[in-house]
């Protein structure tokens, strides 16, 4: 959804023009080219020598400034800074051996990195007396020669061969702080085996307020995983910035079409990273511990194990304390406790119209 821009001046004659011309001081002219136009001013008014000693730059400097500001039409952006690239780069000449070698080697090995790729090709080029490039000099011939990246394959529907490439997904940021309640939520799937069958406990967590969540089901599709989202929505009292889950199959397709529809941001921690998800992986530890090592039979039957699992649950968030709040209040309790400045600010009371006073 493209970014629409509204403003007090629009219509105003001459506005479009100050605007391009805000932007352009702001991002196209960089400091060099003010300093170059404040010495060539300088230069008109104090004469050429007087701004040589106060500089300390070459004559011909001061002609080649002033020659770029009257070929640019007395635009600023004439005095930028050029680009220093070299009209005749240097290039990497290697035997083709050292090439090809390198190609076999890496179809051989697919993706191997350039440091072991440096080990592989070593003993080759010393049997051919030949020079034998050094691992940054190999990550160089790699990125000329393309990459030499391989993905796995797999046929379409079609009969063709597509490669399967790696979807890129977004991250957890490194600095991200949690502000108030609903502002980051997660969710988990812990998953048991009882007499031959598999069964699921999606877990769910707000990382403020230490209020959580659990549900039992036979299913490790990701509408089960919408099914449950939808739960927590109706049980949590404050709406939601920012979902957190791993990269489960369970919180993909549907679950991804469900948090887009709701305007949430999903983020995902990296691969075997479960630290970036701390504080639901010590639920799923202390619900492991405390409830489902001793009603583990009961998952036989998901709706009996859930009956049991809501009574523990509204025990956790009503009376037990937690270890965040120094063992003296639960999560409900803390959720109460906060003013109405700590809560969202879709929750906070509106004070437009309130009157002024001096108390």
Not at 198 to 218: G, K, M, P, Q
Not at 271 to 285: C, V, Y
Not at 316 to 343: C, D, E, G, I
Request: charged share 25%; hydrophobic share 35%; aromatic share 12%.
């Amino acid at each position: 959804m493209p970014y629409v821009f509204h403003s007090v001046y629009k219509g105003v004659k001459g506005f479009l023009t100050i605007y391009e011309d805000a932007l352009r001081y702001a991002y196209m002219i960089t400091q060099q080219a003010h300093r170059r136009l404040r010495i060539i001013v300088f230069w008109e008014k104090h004469g050429i020598q007087a701004t040589l000693d106060a500089f300390q730059i070459a004559r011909r400097t001061l002609f080649n400034w002033q020659r770029a500001l009257a070929q640019g039409g007395g635009k600023l952006e004439a005095l930028n800074p050029k680009s220093r690239t070299p009209h005749r780069k240097r290039r990497r000449l290697w035997s083709p051996l050292v090439i090809e070698e390198m190609k076999r080697i890496r179809t051989v090995h697919p993706n191997l990195g350039k440091e072991k790729l440096y080990a592989e090709l070593l003993p080759y080029c010393e049997h051919k007396a030949l020079v034998c490039p050094k691992p940054r000099t190999i990550g160089r011939l790699l990125k000329d020669l393309g990459g030499l990246r391989r993905y796995p394959e797999r046929i379409s529907h079609f009969g063709k061969i597509k490669p399967v490439k790696r979807t890129t997904v977004l991250r957890k940021p490194k600095h991200l702080k949690v502000l108030h309640p609903g502002h980051v939520v997660a969710l988990d799937t812990i998953e048991e085996h009882v007499w031959g069958l598999r069964r699921y406990v999606l877990t769910f967590e707000d990382i403020h307020s230490r209020f959580s969540f659990a549900w039992a089901t036979t299913s490790h599709a990701s509408k089960a995983a919408t099914e449950f989202f939808h739960y927590c929505l109706r049980v949590f009292p404050v709406p939601f910035v920012y979902v957190l889950t791993d990269n489960g199959s369970e919180f993909k397709k549907e679950f991804t079409k469900a948090l887009i529809a709701l305007h949430i941001t999903h983020y995902h921690t990296y691969p075997k990273t479960p630290k970036m998800n701390a504080h639901l992986e010590r639920f799923n530890r202390t619900i492991q511990e405390e409830f489902l090592d001793f009603h583990k039979d009961a998952l036989r039957d998901p709706n009996v194990f859930n009956q049991r699992l809501m009574d523990y649950l509204i025990w956790y968030n009503t009376r037990r304390v937690h270890y965040a709040f120094q063992n003296k209040l639960s999560p409900l309790q803390f959720l109460t406790s906060l003013t109405p400045n700590q809560l969202p600010p879709c929750l906070q009371e509106c004070k437009t119209g309130w009157p002024h006073t001096k108390h």
